[in-house]
């Protein structure tokens, strides 16, 4: 299958870096962004949803595959998705938020693996890539909308692009993961992730019931929060991820195309007057 994909670590990078720029193309500055929300969605990020996910792994731990229960902690502590984040948030600030929240996954990822699997984790290559496929073309799409004006048509597109990437991404994940599945275990897997996204977007509505946050804010921090990447690749000689670990990198993935196909009704349905 991966032949079938036609050379995707090139293209998918020119797919990112025009989805970075048309979301830059939708930023209106200034941007307003208290410190408050920055410190929450690293929280939230790197500590509240892992301790969900050992939490709820712990309870179902002896119904279920072994790499079930490790592909759930290990995609508990990926890297933001930065790209999907800015894709389905319409606040000018997920920009800035994602960009934090991915500088504190330098230093939270290689200690969760630490912990996870009881040796250090070898330096990620892939940052200076990632950072250069992604601030350069939203900085040009930042200046473009300054100088013509932002336009709400490059939200849309910007999200037609996002799921042909995650339509992609999914399919290099189930072909990763290979091997065969019992049914009970895929029930698992997908009771496992809504169960974890659900509790994890209550989270972020507390934070707002509680008064840390406003309600705008909330939804920013758990669109940049919960889309998690997870390089099994580069992981997977150093925690020994196979199989069934795998599929907890797809199934998120296909639950946050519902997030990107309801957020763009949301948008481009009338605004009251």
Not at 18 to 46: D, E, F, M, N, S
């Amino acid at each position: 299958m991966k032949s079938r994909i036609i050379h995707t670590e090139y293209t998918s990078y020119l797919l990112l870096s025009y989805i970075y720029y048309l979301a830059g193309r939708q930023t209106v500055l200034p941007i307003k962004l208290p410190t408050t929300v920055i410190l929450i969605t690293c929280v939230h990020t790197h500590i509240v949803i892992p301790c969900i996910h050992v939490v709820i792994v712990s309870a179902i731990r002896d119904l279920t595959d072994i790499g079930i229960v490790k592909g759930a902690l290990y995609s508990s502590v990926g890297a933001p998705t930065m790209w999907l984040s800015i894709t389905l948030s319409d606040s000018d600030a997920a920009a800035a938020v994602v960009a934090f929240n991915y500088v504190a996954s330098l230093v939270a990822i290689p200690l969760s693996l630490f912990i996870l699997c009881g040796h250090p984790s070898k330096p990620e290559t892939k940052v200076l890539v990632t950072v250069v496929s992604a601030v350069a073309p939203y900085a040009i799409g930042v200046y473009h909308a300054k100088r013509h004006g932002s336009t709400k048509r490059s939200a849309t597109e910007a999200r037609a692009y996002a799921l042909v990437l995650l339509y992609v991404e999914c399919c290099q994940y189930f072909d990763n993961a290979g091997g065969v599945m019992k049914v009970f275990d895929l029930f698992a897997i997908i009771l496992l992730v809504f169960t974890c996204l659900l509790t994890s977007t209550t989270a972020c509505w507390a934070y707002a019931r509680c008064g840390l946050i406003d309600g705008e804010h909330s939804r920013t921090i758990a669109l940049c929060s919960m889309s998690k990447s997870i390089e099994f690749a580069s992981w997977r000689s150093q925690c020994a991820i196979s199989g069934a670990s795998m599929m907890l990198a797809a199934l998120p993935a296909r639950a946050l195309v519902l997030a990107v196909i309801s957020d763009g009704e949301r948008a481009s349905s009338p605004a009251p007057e």
